[in-house]
């Protein structure tokens, strides 16, 4: 076929319109948020002081930290699915956890301790944490990559990690309701391991099936 | 100056795929005739790069050509298109690099950097589409066949097939999405 009659091809098929890949990538991670939401609610569930823990910061603080992995994650990973995209000027939104971590470390150390420091940071759920947040992050990071292969990456491997970013920090939002240990001290250790296993896998699979 | 000629040049490619993708097809055709030559142009300079013989620069053209065209809802019509357009091309020069073995050397500046009165016009064929489009089910082949060498309408292709002129544009679109892929997994 030479490229004329390839081009006139194309020309016909026009008409066809395909849906934004935000729109694909919505609709992937609700298709998978049952199954992660399935897995929660047989194996954890909401811890059964979730009236009384509400009333605490740290908590509440949870939330703030795992949506504001997720979000931005899905904010960056749309945007990295044009061929065009840069990381410049996009990268720093993923340091909003990290930041309201450090906030929240900061504060907690400025207050009358509970407990001791290293009892904090190990907590009780350390191994629950390091296997809860990737199980229920695996649906979601199939869903994330079945809608950012809707896309056009230029760097596969990295909008694969960003898949892994979102699937995490979702996987991590169910997870912080279930997990009696507030610290944020315990945070940043576990879930921060838990998130960037979940990340290396969707890297690792993204360079593969991400490239178009 | 020629600065200004390739400025002219980009901004009248943004045009036409602003009015492709409100559904000028005929907008759509002149793009995509008018971006080839310049494609043509990077990608054997990409080629001569990498020490390979330029007469693939075909393979990767058409490559690209279909990427541009599946993936054109990546485009955001509020930006210019020639930076999407360069961007495709690369990644497509690097796979094609890399599949053929070579440590890959493509400018950035192999794309963007192509002047309006350097790339040849000629149209030329190409192997690797013409090899994997025998490969697909009988129906897109026959689709395919009939609207790109037969030069006939979508119309005229349903007749010819008894087909409705929904399921022709199902198949074409089919067989150009299993022609890309079938093309990337090679």
């Known amino acids: 076929m030479d490229t004329d009659q390839l081009i006139r091809s194309l020309s016909a098929d026009n008409a066809h319109r395909a849906p934004r890949v935000g729109a694909v990538l919505t609709m992937a991670l609700l298709v998978a948020a049952p199954l992660s939401i399935l897995i929660f609610a047989t194996f954890l569930g909401v811890r059964p002081d979730v009236m009384s823990a509400m009333h605490n910061p740290f908590f509440d603080m949870k939330f703030a930290v795992t949506l504001s992995l997720a979000i931005p994650a899905i904010i960056v990973s749309l945007h990295m699915s044009r061929p065009e995209a840069l990381l410049r000027g996009w990268g720093w939104l993923l340091l909003l956890p990290v930041g309201l971590l450090a906030v929240a470390i900061g504060s907690e150390a400025m207050m009358a301790p509970a407990m001791p420091m290293t009892m904090r940071l190990m907590g009780k759920n350390s191994r629950v944490c390091l296997s809860a947040i990737p199980a229920m992050s695996l649906p979601l990071l199939a869903g994330a990559l079945f809608g950012l292969r809707h896309g056009a990456p230029s760097r596969p491997a990295l909008a694969g990690a960003l898949a892994g970013l979102v699937s995490a920090g979702l996987a991590a939002t169910l997870y912080a309701s279930h997990c009696t240990d507030d610290s944020p001290l315990f945070v940043a250790t576990w879930y921060t391991i838990a998130t960037a296993l979940v990340t290396a896998v969707g890297a690792l699979v993204g360079s593969k099936v991400l490239r178009y | ?186």
């Open chain 2, 1 to 186: 100056m020629v600065r200004a000629r390739v400025r002219g040049r980009e901004d009248e490619w943004t045009g036409l795929m602003r009015s492709a993708m409100a559904g000028d097809d005929a907008a759509y055709h002149r793009l995509l005739r008018a971006v080839t030559p310049v494609l043509r142009a990077a990608a054997r300079r990409g080629l001569a790069r990498a020490g390979q013989p330029p007469d693939q620069a075909e393979d990767i053209v058409q490559e690209i050509l279909l990427a541009v065209h599946l993936k054109r809802h990546t485009w955001d019509s509020e930006a210019p298109f020639a930076p999407w357009l360069f961007a495709i091309g690369r990644n497509k020069l690097i796979d094609a690099l890399r599949r053929r073995g070579r440590r890959i050397f493509v400018n950035i500046d192999d794309f963007a950097e192509t002047l309006p009165g350097e790339a040849p016009e000629q149209t030329a064929s190409a192997g690797e589409v013409a090899a994997q489009l025998s490969a697909l089910p009988q129906r897109q082949r026959d689709v395919l066949q009939s609207i790109a060498v037969e030069a006939a309408s979508i119309k005229d292709t349903a007749a010819k097939y008894s087909m409705s002129e929904g399921a022709v544009r199902v198949a074409l679109h089919r067989g150009l999405a299993a022609l890309t892929a079938k093309l990337r997994d090679q």
